[in-house]
Structures are given as structure tokens and as C-alpha cells.
């Protein structure tokens, strides 16, 4: 059938609602992420500084915290200890650099934490940021070759699956988009999101059956959604549109998740106490 001009608007005002879903959800889920910087304000000496606190960093290095504050009579520490533990938090106090105040957290294994914050000081004033404790993460370098194509597969399968779902409830064909969807999320998510996870933390699939990684999890409770929906599709099921509807719904919701929650990490109490030990202050 000859698609008229309205028929054409009609998809492209589809696609343009599937893609700014799709961005917003990305930027919702990586901006409420455990991996997103701390950032905040302090005010010492009437001036108000803006600051920020990495969350994640590579093993390959110890992790640098650089506080631009560039009044000389601003000092600081670092407090920090290893997390999830109760042990006691160590200080390193903050050496300038011109007009920034430096320290170095000392790199941890693939999946090891730290958590710290830094406490400002100005003669009589004081300023403890953040209020709760910043936590990073250590991992190890990912090869740009599986990280670019994981992401680009799975900005594809949602914007695919979401774009299914808008087809469903508006009466539009679903096949193909249900079959592209699939497409894009077996081998991003269970291919190059294994592969990518791997480099970073030393294991392929740290959901069910063998832990509770929110980010592996979600990508299976995807796959299942749309393998039932596909199925309802191609078997010609009655309400195989709300099938798809459903799970396009279902992708929506769980890809709002922050990435990377109840990720790989060290249990330090379950480790070798003699994993890390400090450099000298």
C-alpha cells in the first residue's frame, strides 16, 4: 500500500516520539547512576565553590581528586575507607597546586570501592562534602571496539522497542519492529554486554542465577518481555498488539533503572584482608 503524506507525517512524528523517549530515558538512567559524579556547592570566606567527585576510575592508576578552590587559606583532608566495611576511614590531607587543592585515593582491585568525602577548612568555618559519602568504584580499562557498539546496539533496541510499542497502540504494523528490537538487544546485551563487563570486572554475568546485578537483570526481564511478545506476533496470537505494547512498556520502565545499581563489587569482609593494603600518608 502506497503510503500517503499523511501517513509519512504520521511516522516521522512517531519516530521523533521513540527518539526523545529514548534520549531521556538514557539521560535519566546515567544521571541518576551510581556512577554519576557527586557534584555540589560549598561556601568558605563569603565565595561559594562548585565541586565534584568522581565515582568511578580505572585500576591503572591511583584515583586523583582535584577540588578547584583557589583562596590560599582554604586547607583540607580526604577522609576514606574501603567499602562496604566499618572499618575505620584514614585522612590524607589535600596538598595545593596552584590554584587546586589535590589528593590521591589509592587504586583498588576490579570491583573494589571506596567511599569518601573531603572536610574544607577556613580559619574558624568548616565544610564537610558531600554530607553522605561519595562511593567509586574501580574498574578495569574496556576495549572502545565492545563499548561503542554495546551502547549504540542498545540506544537501537530501545528506541526500536519503544517505537514498537507506539505502533502497537496507534494500530501500526509491529512485526518488523519487534524483530529489529530483538536484534539489537540478544547481541548487545548478551553478547557485547557480557564481553564489555568482563574487561571491566572480571565476570561475565553477574545476574540471575548467580547474583543480583540490577543492570544484567533488567537486560534479561527485556528479553523475556519480547521474546513472549515476539512470539505472540509471529503465532498470530489474539492481543499479540498489547503483547508488544506491554513490553515496550516493560523496556521503558526497567531501562530507567541507573545503570550500573547493585553492580559487581568486592565484599571486603568475604576478601583476603591483605588484597589492599595503603601506602603510607
Avoid at 585515593?105 to 553522605?132: C, H, I, N, S
Avoid at 564481553?195 to 526481564?221: R, V
Wanted: proline share 7%.
Amino acid at each position: 500500500m502506497k503510503k500517503t503524506p499523511l501517513m509519512m507525517r504520521k511516522n516521522s512524528a512517531l519516530w521523533v516520539v521513540a527518539l526523545v523517549l529514548t534520549l531521556a530515558s538514557a539521560v535519566y538512567q546515567r544521571v541518576t547512576g551510581p556512577s554519576y559524579p557527586a557534584r555540589g556547592t560549598v561556601t568558605l570566606g563569603g565565595e561559594t565553590y562548585r565541586l565534584r567527585l568522581e565515582r568511578t576510575h580505572l585500576t591503572t592508576d591511583d584515583q586523583v581528586l582535584e577540588l578547584p578552590i583557589a583562596d590560599r587559606e582554604v586547607t583540607g583532608e580526604v577522609r576514606w575507607r574501603r567499602y562496604p566495611t566499618s572499618e575505620a576511614f584514614r585522612t590524607r590531607h589535600l596538598e595545593r597546586r596552584g590554584d587546586v587543592l589535590e589528593a590521591r585515593l589509592p587504586r583498588q582491585p576490579p570491583a573494589g570501592k571506596l567511599e569518601y568525602q573531603v572536610l574544607l577548612t577556613r580559619d574558624a568555618e568548616q565544610q564537610l562534602f558531600p554530607a553522605r559519602p561519595a562511593i567509586t568504584r574501580f574498574k578495569n580499562p574496556e576495549s572502545m571496539a565492545v563499548l561503542i557498539p554495546h551502547i549504540l546496539a542498545m540506544f537501537m533496541a530501545m528506541m526500536l522497542s519503544t517505537r514498537a510499542g507506539l505502533a502497537a497502540v496507534t494500530g501500526g504494523r509491529v512485526g518488523q519492529y519487534t524483530a529489529l528490537t530483538l536484534v539489537c538487544l540478544i547481541p548487545g546485551g548478551f553478547v557485547l554486554g557480557p564481553i564489555m563487563q568482563e574487561q571491566a570486572f572480571g565476570d561475565y554475568w553477574t545476574g540471575i542465577p548467580f547474583g543480583w546485578d540490577l543492570t544484567d537483570n533488567k537486560t534479561l526481564i527485556a528479553l523475556v518481555a519480547w521474546v513472549l511478545a515476539a512470539w505472540a506476533v509471529w503465532a498470530r496470537k489474539r492481543g499479540a498488539r498489547w503483547a508488544v505494547a506491554g513490553a515496550a512498556l516493560v523496556m521503558l520502565l526497567i531501562f530507567m533503572i541507573p545503570h550500573s545499581t547493585w553492580g559487581s563489587e568486592i565484599r571486603w569482609d568475604e576478601q583476603d584482608q591483605e588484597l589492599f593494603t595503603p601506602p603510607p600518608d
